[in-house]
């Protein structure tokens, strides 16, 4: 594994935990993985908040869209969250429109993605079903480090697989891998 690979996951993991802890400890049971959402300006039914122009913003969607989350109890916004990753690993593989030669490796990386997921879905189903009964702000750290802990394991266990797949992607099929939510 490359040490600077490993060692950015740490930074990012010890920033991820230090910057949230004060918000935290007043409101939240559960990690608050931000997590990018495709911008649909104008998508009926959503809520979200109006830009200037009167339009949806990617940015007034996304407030609408956390602010519904953060009132979910902790097990269902944990949930709800890995359901919201699937679907855009589902968009990402019909967006990419593969070909028969490189659906094998998708299928590779895509079962390891499930398998990391597999290992979150447990750790959500041990956070509290509803708000009460959240604990300490040492339980919430506590918990929090087991998420970004899963999360980083995946990655890495997912990163073998990905690198045979965007090796064997076309020009096309790594520029919308690498901007995945660019409208083009």
Known sequence: MNRSLVAGAALLAGIAIAVPMLAWSASTSEPQLAQAAPAEPGMPGMGGMRDREGGMGHHGWMRGTMHRMIQLPPRQR???????????????????????????????????????????????????????????????????????????????????????????????????????????
Not at 137 to 148: C, N
Not at 158 to 177: F, G, H, N
Request: aromatic content about 4%; charged content about 25%.
């Open 78 to 184: 944990c949930e709800e969250r890995l359901a919201r990753r699937a679907g855009r690993v589902a968009y990402m593989a019909a967006k990419l429109n593969l070909t028969p030669e490189q659906r094998p490796l998708w299928d590779k990386l895509q079962s390891t993605m499930q398998a990391a997921a597999d290992k979150q879905r447990q750790l959500c189903a041990a956070l509290p079903a509803a708000e009460g009964g959240q604990g300490t702000i040492l339980d919430r750290a506590s918990r929090r480090e087991q998420f970004l802990s899963a999360r980083l394991q995946g990655l890495q266990q997912a990163r073998p697989a990905l690198e045979q797949l965007y090796q064997a992607l076309t020009p096309e099929q790594k520029a919308i891998i690498d901007h995945p939510f660019m409208h083009r």
